[in-house]
Structures are given as structure tokens and as C-alpha cells.
């Protein structure tokens, strides 16, 4: 089995089934010729397409290179900035947030509550809040708003860390942080992936949809090497 095509083999024993009478199996010997061995098994092979190589109606469009034609799209290279910038900050939902926590309240217990939290707002608000901004605001504005949340995510902590809050206290940056930071991935996420098509030269749709993983998952990597200081979400703040 493969992404293009399958075969099937189908082998019965017909010969010594109790299921036929004499009749019949001499009838399916007869019939079945060569598909049947010299042990009496009847083989049956089907050969099914899972994807045509071509769908019928459809111009075949033979494309090469366009490489250089999206490194030098900027608009699309700034979406995959953006994109990027975001998949950096989520990270530190799960890399950064642990430490935070434990830092404020001495342990990682309460951090199961936080992942609540954020699993609440999901649940709830992942489709209400792409809905709405639909609605009332263009991609453009859409990516803005998405990264000023996550960033104001970012400053909540970053405003409440000269302070030291420690205890419940102390979580409730850390709440507010992750509240900030869901909410704007509700935006950014659809968003990126609906600009995509519109930003992609014709017939290059799945070469645009690749480049933004890869670029986006580069900036990620390049990233995070300099976020190994005792304060992870005050680096990114800053």
C-alpha cells in the first residue's frame, strides 16, 4: 500500500471448504482456470487507485523553481515572521510557565490548573473569537490584535516581576499571562492560514504552506537558544 495506489490479494482454500458441494466446486474449477493453484486455492487480486495522478477536468500545469520568487514575496516572508514570533511565544507555555510558577509559589502544582484554564478558553473560545474578528476585522488587523495580546501576556509578568509576588498572588500574573497568550493564538493561528492562499502564486499553494512551517519553525529554533536564563518569560518580554 502507498500514497498512490494498493493491492489486494484475496486467498481461499476452495476446494477443501465445506461450504460447496461437489456441483459447485467443480463449477469454480472450471470457471476459475489459472486463478485457482494445484492445492485447490483460489486467488483473487484487485488493484485499487487511492489518488489519480491526475483528476479529470483539471489543466495539468508542470511548475519549476518559484523558490526565488517567495524569497522575495515580503509580505509573505513578514507573515512568516509573525507566525514564527507567535509559535516562539506559545512555547513558553510549556517551557517557561513552569518555572514562573514555581518561582512564585515554590512548586508546579498549581500549574495543572493554569493548563485548565487555557483548555477552558479553548473549549469555549476557539470558535466565538475567530468568528467575531471575522466579522469586524481584516487578516491584517487580526495578526496585530493576536500578537498584542500575546505580547501584553508577556508584559503582565514582566510588570509584576519587580514586585516578587509570591503565594496565590503570585499566580495571578502567571493567570493572566496565560489568558492573554490563548486568546491571541485564537487569532493568529486562522489567521496565518488564511492568508497563506492569498499571498501564494497560483499553483504554488503547497510550496507557501510548507515555507511557513519551515520558517516559521527556524525562527523557533534560532529563537529559543538565547531563552536559557533564570527568567525565561522576563527574556521575551524584554
Known amino acids: 500500500v502507498n500514497k ?3 493491492a489486494v490479494q484475496l486467498r481461499w482454500a476452495a476446494l477443501a471448504s465445506p461450504a460447496i458441494d461437489e456441483r459447485v466446486r467443480a463449477n469454480l474449477v472450471r470457471l476459475a482456470g489459472r486463478r485457482m493453484t494445484k492445492d485447490g486455492v483460489l486467488v483473487l487480486a484487485g ?8 483528476i479529470p477536468g483539471r ?9 526565488g520568487v517567495l524569497l522575495r514575496n515580503r509580505r509573505f516572508l ?22 514562573e510558577v514555581e518561582r512564585a509559589t515554590g512548586s508546579q502544582s498549581a500549574l495543572a490548573w493554569l493548563f485548565a484554564l487555557s483548555s477552558l478558553l479553548v473549549v469555549t473560545a476557539q470558535l466565538p473569537v475567530p468568528r467575531w474578528a471575522g466579522a469586524r476585522l481584516s487578516l491584517r488587523r487580526s495578526m496585530v490584535a493576536g500578537l498584542l495580546l500575546i505580547g501584553a501576556g508577556f508584559a503582565v509578568v514582566a510588570v509584576a516581576r519587580p514586585a516578587e509576588p509570591t503565594g496565590t498572588a503570585g499566580l495571578v500574573p502567571a493567570a493572566g499571562f496565560v489568558v492573554l497568550l490563548t486568546l491571541g493564538q485564537m487569532l493568529v493561528a486562522p489567521v496565518a492560514r488564511a492568508w497563506v492562499p492569498d499571498l501564494a502564486e497560483e499553483g504554488r499553494l503547497g510550496l507557501y504552506t510548507g515555507a511557513l512551517s519551515s520558517v516559521s519553525g527556524l ?20
Open 4 to 6: 498512490v495506489e494498493t
Open 47 to 54: 488493484h485499487a487507485w487511492l489518488l489519480p495522478q491526475h
Open 59 to 67: 489543466r495539468r500545469v508542470r511548475l519549476r523553481g518559484g523558490t
Open 78 to 99: 513578514a507573515l512568516c515572521c509573525a507566525y514564527g514570533a507567535y509559535l516562539l511565544a506559545y512555547n513558553q507555555l510549556y517551557l517557561a510557565l513552569p518555572e
Open 219 to 238: 525562527i523557533v529554533l534560532v529563537g529559543s537558544a538565547p531563552i536559557t536564563s533564570k527568567d525565561p518569560l522576563s527574556v521575551l518580554a524584554a
